[in-house]
C-alpha cells in the first residue's frame, strides 16, 4: 500500500535529541521562551474519533482484506497511524435493521427483538478497533422505532410519545425506548463488546428525510426521558455513560445544554455531545460535564474529498480541520472530537470521510488532508490526558497553541501555524522531562506526520529546544 509505506519511510527522516539531562538553575529563562505549565490541569481528553454508520461499517467489512486492513492500521495505530481512540455507532431505526422492527400492539406488550450479530458491519467494526485497544465505543440512536412516536416513522421528524404535550393514541413509548436502548447494549456485551457510551438523539433540531427524533428548543423532551433512561440502565447493571444530544452546532447544543443543567440533568447525565454544522465550538458550554463535539463534517456544497493540506483554506482541506480542533481544545474545552465517517470506497463526491480509495480498482488507500489534521493531535494526546497552560506563546503570530501531558508524562505541544509566515519558537523543557528525549512531527503541504529537527538549546542554564512552525503547517513536539 502507498500510504503504509510512505508512514514507516517517514519514521527515518528528522532528528531526535537523546539527552536533554541539564542542571537545574535558578537564573531566569529566555523570556521569549515558551514553558509549559505541567502542574495546571486542564480539561481531560477523553479522545479522537470518527464513525461507520449508515452502513459504512459493512463497506468497510467488506472490502479486500489487504485495503481494510491498510485502513484499520491508519486509523489506529498508535504509533504510525492515526491512533484514534473512540468509534460512534449508530443504533439503526430503519426497518431494516432496527433491533424491534414492528410494534409489539402496546408499550406494555413484550417487544418483538431480533439481533443478526451483525449490526450492519458495525460488530466488527467495533471488534477490530477494540483490538487495537480502542474502548471508547458511542453507541447513538438516531430515532426512537417509528411506532414509538408522534410521526408513526422513524425517518419522519416527531416525538417520542409520552414525552411532555406528545401524547399518542399507541400510549406512553418513554420506557420501551428506555428499555430498547439498553437492549441493544445488551445485544453488543453477547458480542463481548462493552458499549461505553449511549445516546438517545441525534440532530434533534434538524428533519431531514432519513431517521430523525425532535425535541424543543428548552429540551423538555429530553429533560423527561433521561431520568427514566438513567435509571433503566442502571436497573440493568450497565456501567454506560449517557450523552445529549447531539445537536447540529455548538450554539444550539448551548441553548440544550443550559435547559439541562437548569434541570438537574447532570446528575444523569455523564457527556454533552454537540456537532459543529450550524456553529463550530469556539467557547466553554456552560456545564460540569465534558463537552464533544460528537460528529463533524463538510457540507456536499462545500466542496469534495481532497487529499489538499492546504491551499485556499477551504474547508475540505486539512489545515481548515487542524485549525477547528485545535481551537476546539483551547477555546471551547472540549474533550473530544470526532469527525463524521471514516473509510468509503470511492465516494469522493464528499468530504466528509477520512480515507478514500484511489488507483487501478480502488486497491490504494487515499487520505484526506483532513485525515491528517486529526492525526497530528490523536496520534500523540492519548486518552486521559490533560490539557495544560502554556506561557510565552504570544509571539507566536498566528499560532494556535495546545499543550497537554499523557498519562505517562510525556508532554505534547501541538503547533497550529494559521498564518502565511514560518515561525520559530523555543519551548522549556518540562523541568521533569530533563533527561529526556525531544521530538517532533510536521504536516504541510510537502510534510505528512514527518519527523522534523529539534534543536537543543540552552539559556541561562536552561534545556530548551527550538523548533520551526512552517507556514500553514501542524507541528507536534512530544518530550518522552
Ligand atoms: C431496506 O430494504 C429494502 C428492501 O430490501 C431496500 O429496498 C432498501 O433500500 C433498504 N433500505 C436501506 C436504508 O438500506
Ligand atoms: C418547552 O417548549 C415547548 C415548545 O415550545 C412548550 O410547549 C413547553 O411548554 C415548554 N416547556 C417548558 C417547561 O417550558
Ligand atoms: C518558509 O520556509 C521555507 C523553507 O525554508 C521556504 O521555502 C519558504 O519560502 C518560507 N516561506 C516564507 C513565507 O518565508
Not at 465505543?137 to 416527531?158: L, N
Not at 420501551?176 to 463481548?192: P, R
Not at 467557547?283 to 463533524?296: F, H, K, M, Q, V
Not at 474533550?335 to 484511489?358: C, K, M, P, R, V
Request: with cysteine; charged share 20%; net charge negative.
Amino acid at each position: 500500500m502507498r500510504t503504509s509505506s510512505t508512514y514507516h519511510a517517514l519514521g527515518l527522516l528528522g532528528l531526535t535529541v537523546p539527552s536533554l539531562a541539564g542542571v537545574a538553575a535558578c537564573s531566569a529563562p529566555k523570556a521569549d521562551a515558551i514553558t509549559i505549565k505541567t502542574d495546571s490541569k486542564l480539561q481531560k481528553i477523553d479522545g479522537f474519533g470518527f464513525s461507520q454508520a449508515f452502513t459504512r461499517a459493512a463497506e468497510f467489512q467488506a472490502a479486500d482484506p489487504q485495503l481494510s486492513k491498510a485502513a484499520l492500521d491508519l486509523f489506529f495505530d498508535k504509533k504510525n497511524g492515526a491512533g484514534f481512540s473512540i468509534i460512534r455507532n449508530w443504533i439503526p431505526s430503519s426497518s431494516n435493521y432496527t433491533i424491534e422492527p414492528n410494534s409489539p400492539g402496546s408499550p406494555s406488550s413484550t417487544p418483538q427483538y431480533r439481533w443478526d450479530g451483525w449490526d450492519e458491519g458495525q460488530v466488527w467494526f467495533t471488534k477490530q478497533a477494540r483490538s487495537y485497544g480502542v474502548k471508547t465505543i458511542y453507541a447513538d440512536a438516531w430515532s426512537a422505532p417509528g411506532f414509538m412516536k408522534t410521526s408513526g416513522d422513524e425517518a419522519k421528524p416527531g416525538f417520542l410519545c409520552g414525552t411532555p404535550g406528545h401524547e399518542c393514541a399507541s400510549g406512553d413509548w418513554r420506557q420501551a425506548y428506555a428499555d430498547y436502548l439498553v437492549q441493544y447494549v445488551e445485544f453488543y456485551k453477547k458480542e463481548g463488546i462493552d458499549i461505553t457510551h449511549l445516546g438517545f438523539l441525534n440532530e434533534p433540531d434538524f428533519k431531514p428525510s432519513y431517521s430523525n427524533m425532535q425535541i424543543s428548543d428548552n429540551a423538555s423532551e429530553a429533560i423527561d426521558f433521561i431520568p427514566i433512561l438513567r435509571k433503566t440502565v442502571d436497573h440493568a447493571r450497565l456501567d454506560v455513560s449517557l450523552t445529549c444530544c447531539d445537536a447540529t452546532g455548538w450554539d444550539k447544543q448551548a441553548e440544550y445544554t443550559k435547559a439541562l443543567v437548569a434541570a438537574g440533568m447532570q446528575r444523569d447525565l455523564d457527556v454533552i455531545t454537540s456537532h459543529m454544522y450550524s456553529s463550530d465550538a469556539t467557547y466553554p458550554l456552560d456545564t460540569i460535564l465534558p463537552t464533544w463535539i460528537s460528529e463533524a463534517g463538510v457540507e456536499t456544497s462545500s466542496g469534495r474529498f481532497v487529499p489538499t493540506w492546504y491551499s485556499t483554506g477551504n474547508v475540505n482541506e486539512g489545515l481548515a480541520w487542524a485549525i477547528k480542533i485545535a481551537k476546539g481544545l483551547v477555546d471551547a474545552n472540549l474533550n473530544a472530537y470526532l469527525f463524521w465517517e471514516g473509510f468509503e470506497i470511492n465516494q469522493q463526491q464528499s468530504a466528509s470521510h477520512l480515507l478514500d480509495t484511489t488507483g487501478p480498482d480502488q486497491k490504494t488507500i487515499l487520505p484526506s488532508g483532513i485525515f491528517y489534521a486529526f492525526s497530528m493531535f490523536s496520534r500523540f494526546i492519548r486518552p486521559d490526558a490533560y490539557r495544560v497552560a502554556i506561557e510565552g506563546t504570544d509571539k507566536l503570530a498566528d499560532v494556535i497553541t495546545a499543550a497537554f501531558q499523557n498519562t505517562d508524562k510525556s508532554v505534547i505541544v501541538v503547533f497550529t501555524n494559521t498564518g502565511a509566515a514560518n515561525q520559530s519558537t523555543e519551548i522549556l523543557v518540562p523541568p521533569h522531562q530533563a533527561g529526556s528525549s525531544a521530538k517532533a512531527w510536521l504536516t504541510d503541504n510537502d510534510h505528512k506526520i514527518e519527523k522534523t529537527p529539534v534543536e537543543q538549546t540552552r539559556t541561562n542554564g536552561h534545556s530548551s529546544i527550538k523548533v520551526d512552525i512552517p507556514a500553514h503547517s501542524v507541528v507536534t513536539v512530544k518530550f518522552a
